[in-house]
């Protein structure tokens, strides 16, 4: 038995409408539904629940996008709120936490038995991740923010389990923890993770075509290629470089990145030029497989490999200013994320790394190529990566101030489905995946470059109009070091999204 506690909203008859169209995945090719959705949110309630199963908290997403939900088993037959909405937070007696709200069109309090709540030893912290919605009530100055909830600890170890459900209140960015909660999964073998045969069956249906922009020059590699072709690792105790075996066994170890190894190219100008370009022939997505959300969900990590990173481009309004040095390093890791329900084999998201941050976009949001495969764009010269063609702005794409990221369709293109090794998948156990000599590596890609780049940013700064120089100034400050080139990149494994969830 639980208490309830109410938020009231009101006059919400525009916010509040069903009728967004279930999503599934595209083969062949999606025809995506082309009327014109409504605005707002609906909000969903399970009905038909088998026996032995209890809602746990109501549903709720943006009109604008496809349905795409799984706590509530909500249908087409959802309770339409057309006037007001009352949102009910359970008020669990002690030793127990509630995992969701209840929403009514009525004033009256709901029935008790409308969600369950669960032992506290079941949970685990929740925080809000998404508005979802965003509005004013008259009875309060302040907005009510709709937001969707993940759990708090996230990445390879952690046991939050997300349960679908939202909350909402006065509360103004993400992260915050809230007094709901998620599910934990207390069973350590994972037994919903896929093997490594259908880990193959996975990458061969979603690997995604990993496409370079038209007049990209610094291609992609195999790692192996790029030792063969004569990359050098550099170390403090001696002034000349040593070869690299294509496997890499031959690098240091572990360790930390203390700076003591670096990889650089050969001295030679001429053979540095054509590692420069990398090669196509020989690329391929490096694959780490690894539990999500306590292990209902699989992350297929895939990670591709170019041996340059070529110069950036700065765009002011309509100047568009190159750069002769900032962004140019040796050695560029960029990864890509699918995140796949182990309940059903359904490709939910995917995150697309761009420099130091990235994003998830759904699979309705996505570009397909062929059958359930996805297009990545990959940015000119940087290999951010991006899920439509276009000029992706870093820094401020509503002042048109930042850093150019060119993405467009070529034949330049990798097949993940066919090109693609697996490199780690820690869960399956020791053995199981032989994990390559250079994964271990964990130094840098690239040499220390010495040279003052912020010179040449200042000189750019200085030139420009002062309605646009403080915003400009600005969006370096807040530049990743590795865009500057001044840092060679380090290998997978130094990543923080090795082990723990992606930046969003």
């Known amino acids: 038995m639980f208490g309830c506690k109410c938020f009231f909203w009101s006059r919400v008859g525009d916010l509040i409408q069903p009728g967004p169209v279930y999503f599934s995945l595209p083969d062949p090719i999606p025809q995506w539904p082309q009327e014109h959705r409504k605005k707002g949110v609906s909000f969903y309630k399970p009905i038909s629940i088998p026996d032995g199963f209890y809602c746990l908290g109501h549903y709720c997403q943006s009109n604008e996008n496809l349905l795409h939900g799984f706590n509530n088993g909500g249908d087409d037959d959802d309770e339409n709120l057309d006037n007001c909405g009352y949102f009910w937070l359970p008020q669990p007696p002690e030793g127990y936490k509630a995992l969701g709200l209840s929403v009514t069109n009525k004033s009256e309090k709901p029935n008790l038995e409308a969600v369950k709540c669960v032992r506290v030893d079941l949970t685990d912290a929740c925080e809000i991740y998404r508005p ?3 509005t004013y009530s008259k009875y309060s100055k302040e907005p009510l923010v709709v937001w969707s909830t993940r759990p708090c600890h996230r990445g390879m170890y952690g046991k939050g389990v997300f349960v679908g459900t939202f909350y909402c209140g006065n509360y103004s960015s993400s992260g915050d923890e809230v ?4 599910l934990k999964n207390l069973d350590v073998n994972l037994h919903a993770m896929p093997n490594l045969d259908q880990i193959h069956a996975l990458v061969r249906h979603y690997g995604p075509t990993l496409c370079f922009h038209p007049d990209e020059i610094y291609l992609a590699s195999s790692v192996s290629w790029f030792f063969r072709n004569g990359a050098l690792l550099y170390s403090k105790s001696t002034s000349d470089g040593q070869a690299i075996d294509p496997r890499g066994t031959t690098l240091p170890a572990g ?17 540095a030029s054509v590692i420069k370009r990398g090669n196509l022939d020989s690329a391929k997505l490096y694959v780490h497989v690894k539990p999500a959300l306590g292990g ?14 070529g110069p950036g481009t700065i765009k002011v309004g309509l100047m568009n200013i190159g750069l002769s040095k900032i962004g140019r390093h040796v050695g560029d890791w960029e990864h890509i994320t699918l995140r796949i329900s182990n309940f059903t084999g359904e490709l939910w998201n995917v995150y697309f790394s761009q420099h130091s941050g990235g994003e998830w976009v759904d699979a309705s949001e996505l570009e397909f190529i062929e059958g359930n495969k996805a297009i990545i764009y990959s940015s000119r010269n940087g290999h951010a990566s991006f899920p439509h063609p276009g000029n992706h702005i870093q820094g401020s794409a509503k002042l048109g101030i930042g850093v150019r990221n060119d993405t467009g369709r070529s034949g330049s293109c990798v097949d993940s489905s066919r090109k693609y090794e697996i490199v780690a998948a820690e869960y399956l156990g020791d053995g199981v995946v032989k994990e390559p000599g250079w994964l271990q590596y964990m130094r840098k890609w690239g040499p220390t470059v010495v040279y003052d780049s912020r010179t040449e940013l200042d000189r750019i700064v200085k030139v420009l109009p002062p309605m646009v120089r403080n915003s400009m100034q600005n969006m370096l400050d807040k530049l990743p070091l590795e865009l500057y080139g001044e840092e060679g990149p380090t290998g997978p494994k130094e990543k923080n999204n090795w082990i723990g969830d992606e930046r969003w």
């Open 255 to 271: 360790g930390t990145n203390d700076g003591a190894y670096w990889i650089d190219l050969p001295n030679d100008s001429e053979l």
């Open 179 to 182: 007094n709901i909660v998620c």
């Open 296 to 309: 209902t969900f699989t992350d297929i990590v895939m990670w591709v490999f170019a041996p340059f990173n």
């Open 132 to 134: 979802i919605a965003n």
